[in-house]
T-cell receptor, first 109, second 115 residues
Framework: GQNIDQPTEMTATEGAIVQINCTYQ??????LFWYQQHAGEAPTFLSY??LDGLEEKGRFSSFLSRSKGYSYLLLKELQMKDSASYLC??????????WGAGTKLIIKP | ETGVTQTPRHLVMGMTNKKSLKCEQH?????MYWYKQSAKKPLELMFV???????ENNSVPSRFSPECPNSSHLFLHLHTLQPEDSALYLC?????FGSGSREQYFGPGTRLTVT
């Protein structure tokens, strides 16, 4: 079967750095996505990786290793507004997104 | 209106009721999706429409019936639901469905409670 694993919950301190890991086993691979979802709101797109390596976008970076079935989302200079759930999703061979259950990130002052 | 809108935002219905969820996208996209989001579970893809044609139906019970009259509008008709159908129903759109598509844009969702 297809599976996306990510930690259920993480806690970090304002101003610090946090890394959220995602491992996947899917039938085929057509890209990996990270989304942010604040409580009661719609998921919003953060990043897309289809080739190995690091993609940087401001305070957020996303890394992919296709051979290891592994990705991480790195958040720097954490702000209170970064408290949210972070969803990892992989586009499989049928071009459908397979989703992880999300990582709830709690930021403490 | 911009982006993806959904109505109603909240819905409480009995198991014998019939109701419909509405989604509209103002992004000029050609693909639209219905997802179910239950607490602490991954998003579940229910239906995909690409250029108004249904391309995916992920073994969804027949008590959920989608309708896509044009590329901008998507409906989910509900009838004789079960309490376990209570969840957040999210609509999304993307430029198209397939390798050329990139991110999906989500609406705010309809919080459905079945009593």
């Amino acid at each position: 079967g297809q599976n996306i694993d990510q930690p259920t919950e993480m806690t970090a301190t304002e101003g610090a750095i946090v890394q959220i890991n995602c491992t996947y086993q899917t039938s085929g691979f057509n890209g990996l996505f990270w989304y942010q979802q604040h409580a009661g709101e719609a998921p919003t797109f953060l990043s897309y990786n289809v080739l190995d390596g690091l993609e940087e976008k401001g305070r957020f970076s996303s890394f992919l290793s296709r051979s290891k079935g592994y990705s991480y989302l790195l958040l720097k200079e954490l702000q209170m507004k970064d408290s949210a759930s972070y969803l990892c999703a992989v586009k499989d061979s049928n071009y459908q997104l397979i989703w992880g259950a999300g990582t709830k990130l709690i930021i403490k002052p | 209106e911009t982006g993806v809108t959904q109505t109603p935002r909240h819905l409480v219905m009995g198991m014998t009721n019939k109701k419909s969820l509405k989604c509209e996208q103002h992004l000029g996209h050609n693909a639209m999706y219905w997802y179910k989001q239950s607490a602490k579970k991954p998003l579940e893809l229910m239906f995909v429409y690409n250029f108004k044609e249904q391309t995916e139906n992920n073994s969804v019970p027949s008590r959920f019936s989608p309708e896509c009259p044009n590329s901008s509008h998507l409906f989910l008709h509900l009838h004789t639901l079960q309490p376990e159908d209570s969840a957040l129903y999210l609509c999304a759109s993307s430029q198209d469905f397939g390798s050329g598509s990139r991110e999906q844009y989500f609406g705010p969702g309809t919080r459905l409670t079945v009593t």
